[in-house]
């Protein structure tokens, strides 16, 4: 049984601004394609998003499909939304701040009757995949999602069979060797919506932050071709440009950076006035605003979004939120980097100066909320930081130190 959706069309000009990002190479490797579930009571009388092929060569494990009858629509005040149950592709970066992006997507998504498989560049067997968010990819699986391992440039072989509506990739950052391929096999193969992950670090320095989309971009930054070459080849498109962000599985640290100082009673280095303005957003918050995208593909399409919160944060303010969090008081100095000799990208976790998005287009186009809420989300994160035995663990803080040094700030023993 399939519900048919009449949608009313949403006509606007999208202002499309072009942006990209650094390289990253794959190599090869034998794909392995995992799903969780067993035919039981499966009715193929089901839309064809829950029916698919897998080749041979594919090392399976089927316990269970979940097959669902797709319902029908609700309203939303932008357009009728749909509620078409859609096959999709996230391909999943293996390492940084954006891996626990396609994380979150895939379980938001199967928890709306969506099909999804989450292709991870490189091998399964990586110790990168011993590292939140991978060694926590049973909960995708148990819920009836996909697994699978592979170079990004043969995506055609590794998902061979396989057929999807959706592909969202978070991973590309250079345009000929990683995204191109991608771009290039989505489009012959009839995907018919493609996703990006971007950044908000392509935006140029502004003298009015914060951000909004149609800002001006670094013509430089990697990211600015994959967005463009994505605009050219498909008619349905949409960009999401994160910036920092927090929640269970991530491996970058940023809030662990000043739990390491306040569990330990060290002061705290923030470089300059420590009032600078930026954005961290909870990862849950980006999920939400892709699953609305793939629900709203015509309203969400040739838009570039913000992938971000709707409240800034100083720098100071992180300090105080974090140290709040871990019921700890903190103390926090402020140095000049050029002053005391030290490079503040490598010294301190965010950028030194105001860098902070606005969510403009996602409120006013999807009807997207945030629920990012920095003191309950770094009580969360407190506690896995205390589970994992990270305030115990023996650190050496030798750049703080020389910048302590510097400015006369006694460190206690």
Not at 105 to 123: I, N, P
Not at 258 to 276: A, H, K, L, N, T
Not at 292 to 304: C, D, Q, T
């Amino acid at each position: 049984m399939a519900a048919t959706a009449s949608t009313s069309l949403l006509f606007s000009s999208a202002t499309f601004n072009t942006l990209l990002l650094p390289s990253s190479s794959s190599s090869h490797h034998h794909p392995r394609l995992s799903f969780s579930s067993t035919f039981d009571h499966c009715s193929f009388s089901v839309s064809t998003s829950s029916c698919f092929s897998v080749p041979s060569s594919y090392n399976l494990h089927v316990n269970k499909i979940n097959c669902r009858i797709p319902s029908f629509p609700s309203f939303s005040s932008v357009n009728e939304s749909t509620t078409e149950k859609k096959k999709v592709l996230i391909i999943n970066t293996n390492s940084g701040g954006h891996a626990v992006i396609g994380f979150y997507f895939a379980k938001e998504l199967l928890a709306s009757g969506h099909d999804v498989t989450v292709m991870t560049v490189g091998d399964e067997s990586s110790d990168k995949m011993k590292k939140p968010p991978f060694n926590r990819f049973s909960e995708i699986t148990s819920i009836g999602g996909g697994t699978i391992w592979g170079n990004p440039a043969d995506v055609g072989k590794v998902v061979e069979g396989l057929s999807f509506d959706v592909v969202l990739d978070n991973n590309g950052k250079d345009l000929d060797t990683v995204s191109r391929p991608v771009v290039d096999w989505a489009k012959s193969a009839g995907v018919k919506q493609f996703l990006y992950i971007s950044s908000a670090g392509i935006y140029k320095p502004s003298e009015e932050p914060p951000h909004v989309e149609g800002d001006a971009v670094k013509a430089d930054a990697s990211h600015v071709a994959v967005e463009k070459y994505i605009a050219e080849v498909f008619s349905s498109w949409a960009i999401f440009r994160p910036q920092y962000m927090i929640g269970s599985g991530n491996n970058k640290d940023c809030e662990e950076w000043f739990f390491d100082r306040i569990v330990r009673d060290r002061p705290v280095p923030i470089p300059g006035s420590g009032m600078q303005l930026t954005n961290i957003s909870h990862v849950r918050d980006l999920s939400s605003m892709l699953t609305l995208a793939v629900e709203e593909p015509i309203a969400s399409s040739g838009r570039i979004f913000n992938c971000v919160s709707d409240r800034a944060v100083t720098l100071d303010g992180m300090a105080k939120l974090c140290a709040q969090a871990a019921g700890r008081s903190v103390k926090i100095v402020h140095y000049d980097p050029k002053a005391v000799g030290v490079d503040a990208k490598k010294a301190f976790p965010f950028r030194n100066m105001h860098f902070y998005a606005e969510p403009r287009t996602a409120k006013e186009v999807l009807g997207w909320s945030s629920s990012t809420n920095l003191s309950n989300d770094l009580k969360e994160r407190f506690d896995e930081y205390v589970k994992i035995g990270r305030d115990k663990k023996t650190m050496k803080f030798e750049t703080d130190d020389k910048i302590l040094e510097a400015l006369q700030v006694a460190v206690p023993v």
